[in-house]
């Protein structure tokens, strides 16, 4: 989910890049997690590799003291935003609306939350990132059946739940919401599905991506970025060309009317994103 890219001497803290990103511009990267890759997905293209603590459970990852003492000694004035996602899951976060708080009041830059959208069904975690200026969140399939076999989910996770989570938080959250779709041959069939849920959640864009990158076989803390190339043996997925994204693409924005971005035309981002 990250889009920022590890530097050497910042291996070893919660605070990375900022490099730019396809969506964001130049994105400084606030990891929650840090110690381990912590999710309630473990979807078969995460570039984070093998999850660690698949997991629900909302805790205590990082001290806010931690992540805030990291920001304070990092180069964030040169960042457009501030992104929070890192090795898994930052809702999980227990801390996540504090932290959020402490990022804005030391830099004042806008503030990004990506999720996987498993949580949204908790007020709590609503609460916390309504805090955020954008909330980009995954949905990577329209049936239960491709949800189980793309994304993987804990045991307690279903997609009713996702989307109803993802529709009651769009109803009364004032930030931009972006609603991003991994496609590869896997989902593509679900297209005409996914623009049913897209309608009834009606985010402020849709965001086309595809799983170019290699999945490696272990977690490394580097996976939070950009990583050339990972340490560990890495596996290719079949994914989109571009051919096939710029038609998804049209057709969703004749069926949707919605704002469609895509990995492959990263120039179409409008301005005011």
């Not at 992104?83 to 898994?88: A, H, K, L, R, V």
């Not at 009364?172 to 309608?199: C, H, K, W």
Request: charged content about 25%; overall charge negative; aromatic content about 6%.
């Amino acid at each position: 989910m990250s889009e920022v890219t590890v530097p050497t001497e910042s291996a070893r803290s919660t605070v990375y890049g900022p490099v730019r990103s396809w969506r964001v511009g130049m994105s400084l990267g606030i990891d929650v997690l840090f110690e381990s890759s912590v999710c309630s997905f473990r979807c078969i293209y995460c570039q984070l590799g093998q999850i660690e603590t698949p997991t629900r459970q909302r805790s205590v990852w990082v001290p806010t003291e931690r992540i805030l003492a990291d920001l304070a000694r990092h180069d964030w004035q040169s960042a457009d935003i501030i992104t929070f996602s890192g090795s898994g899951e930052p809702t999980l976060a227990l801390n996540l609306g504090e932290i959020i708080r402490g990022v804005r009041a030391l830099t004042g830059k806008p503030i990004l939350v990506l999720t996987n959208a498993t949580t949204l069904d908790d007020p709590a975690v609503r609460s916390d990132i309504a805090l955020a200026d954008r909330v980009y969140a995954k949905l990577d399939a329209a049936t239960e059946e491709a949800f189980q076999r793309i994304d993987r989910p804990v045991d307690g996770v279903t997609l009713g739940r996702v989307v109803a989570g993802l529709a009651t938080f769009r109803e009364s959250y004032r930030g931009l919401l972006g609603i991003q779709t991994m496609f590869m041959p896997a989902n593509r069939r679900e297209l005409d599905a996914l623009v049913d849920i897209y309608l009834r959640i009606r985010p402020d864009e849709i965001q086309l991506n595809t799983p170019t990158r290699p999945v490696p076989r272990r977690w490394f803390l580097d996976a939070r970025g950009n990583y050339d190339v990972a340490p560990f043996p890495a596996v290719p997925l079949r994914h989109l060309d571009r051919e096939e994204a710029t038609e998804i693409e049209e057709i969703l924005r004749a069926r949707t009317g919605l704002r469609v971005i895509s990995v492959f035309r990263p120039d179409d981002r409008q301005e005011d994103r």
